[in-house]
């Protein structure tokens, strides 16, 4: 199982990025997706997951309505679009797999494989 995630970099605020987390050694029916962040000095943070059986999708609430979560299933994918950026959203996202519960990832906790991490900043 390997996840590879990518997208990150510097944008002023409102800016938007598109992160990609593309995976192999499994398909995404079979584990769950999440988005988690980690800020400088703070724990890592559940951002988005989407559900491995059924799509559905679950944001934290400060990301709500900017940010969004979604999979092509083609090419083994799972993209979190992130619009109207904050200078709190800077932070090292990285994405994860994992049975989760009942299909999702709500917590690091649950996590049973990470992709390496690509930098946020946002910032003027």
């Known amino acids: 199982v390997q996840l590879q995630a990518s997208g990150g970099g510097w944008v002023q605020p409102g800016g938007s990025l598109r992160l990609s987390c593309a995976a192999s050694?499994?398909?995404?029916?079979?584990?769950?997706i999440g988005w988690f962040r980690q800020a400088p000095g703070k724990e890592r943070e559940w951002v988005s997951c989407i559900s491995s059986s059924d799509g559905s999708t679950y944001y934290v609430d400060s990301v709500k309505g900017r940010f969004t979560i979604s999979r092509d299933v083609a090419k083994n994918t799972v993209y979190l679009q992130m619009n109207s950026l904050k200078a709190e959203d800077t932070a090292v996202y990285y994405c994860?797999?994992?049975?989760?519960?009942?299909?999702?990832?709500?917590?690091?906790?649950?996590?049973?494989?990470w992709g390496q991490g690509t930098q946020v900043t946002v910032s003027s």
């Open positions: 050694g499994f398909t995404l029916d079979y584990y769950a």
């Open positions: 994860g797999a994992g049975l989760g519960m009942a299909g999702l990832l709500l917590h690091p906790s649950m996590v049973g494989y």
